[in-house]
């Protein structure tokens, strides 16, 4: 029995080849200041292929460069742990209220609640500077 080759399908392995592919290559030269600028926009971008970081540069393609400001991502953290202490606050907040009226008489509560009040006054003084001083913030040195 003899096989003909003709009939039989072609297998194919791998992935299809490009139709208009790349195949032209160029070289450039770079003193050690020009590679450790080339190194750091790269970096920026975020792009982690260098030919198509050098691709879109050539090409007036868009090139994100993020830069990432650390005073502002540590101002960030500590508003967030300060948010998060707040909700605390509040937690607590309102276990002490109730506790005070299950444990203590009236005339004792309303006294506690009173001191409460004042704190709590205190509190919202407190984080309306803090809003203050995040928009104050925000318009000086945020970058829109």
């Known amino acids: 029995m003899t096989h003909d080759i003709s009939n039989k399908k072609k297998k194919t392995v791998g992935r299809k080849p490009k139709i208009n592919r790349s195949k032209y290559r160029y070289t ?6 020009e590679n450790d600028k080339f190194h750091l926009l790269i970096q920026q971008s975020g792009v ?3 030919s198509r970081f ?3 540069a050539l090409f007036g393609k868009e090139i994100k460069v993020i830069k990432v400001d ?3 991502m540590d101002y960030y953290v500590r508003l967030t ?3 998060h202490q707040f909700q605390a606050i ?4 309102n276990q002490t209220v109730k506790a005070l009226k299950t444990n203590f008489s009236e005339k004792r509560a309303l006294a506690l609640l009173y001191k409460l009040e004042k704190t709590t006054l205190e509190l919202i003084v407190l984080s309306k500077k803090i809003i203050e001083l995040t ?3 925000e318009v000086k040195w945020l970058q829109r």
């Open 28 to 33: 450039v030269n770079l003193n050690d200041e």
């Open 54 to 56: 050098i691709h879109h």
């Open 81 to 83: 742990n300060f948010y």
């Open 90 to 93: 509040g937690n607590n907040y």
């Open 135 to 137: 928009k104050e913030y």
């Open 70 to 72: 650390k005073a502002t």
């Open 48 to 50: 982690e292929n260098i």
